[in-house]
């Protein structure tokens, strides 16, 4: 089992930053696919971002694709996900979720550990 517990939301205006963690607890983390997922009121889940076990290989969603940057500390068992130029669009819950390998990374039915959500609201 792996324990995922999301902080840094908040409410930011737009064209602000924010920086969310993922921290990790359980078994290795290092051998675990990290990826962050959003959803609005009233839409489907939505893939944002994945990192690989290593931090090698990164891939982002078009809408999120150079504004928010993924980034790993297997040293410190958390995941980070960096997000500048916010726009009210990226407003929802943002969660982490894990998953060992990485095919299909977008499809959030991969992932097999799932954090509780931390909240993102971006004012206009």
């Known amino acids: 089992q792996v324990q995922l517990v999301e902080s840094g939301g908040g409410l930011v205006q737009a064209g602000g930053s924010l920086r969310l963690s993922c921290a990790a607890s359980g078994r290795t983390f290092t051998s675990y696919a990290v990826g962050w997922f959003r959803q609005a009121p009233g839409k489907e889940r939505e893939f944002v971002a994945t990192?690989?076990?290593?931090?090698?290989?990164?891939y982002y969603a078009d809408s999120v694709k150079g504004r928010f940057t993924i980034s790993r500390d297997n040293a410190k068992n958390t995941v980070y996900l960096q997000m500048n130029s916010l726009q009210p669009e990226d407003t929802a819950v943002y969660y982490c979720?894990?998953?060992?390998?990485?095919?299909?990374?977008?499809?959030?039915?991969?992932?097999?550990?799932w954090g509780q959500g931390t909240q993102v609201t971006v004012s206009s």
């Open positions: 990192i690989n076990w290593s931090g090698t290989r990164t």
């Open positions: 979720a894990a998953r060992e390998g990485f095919p299909n990374y977008s499809d959030y039915r991969a992932y097999d550990y």
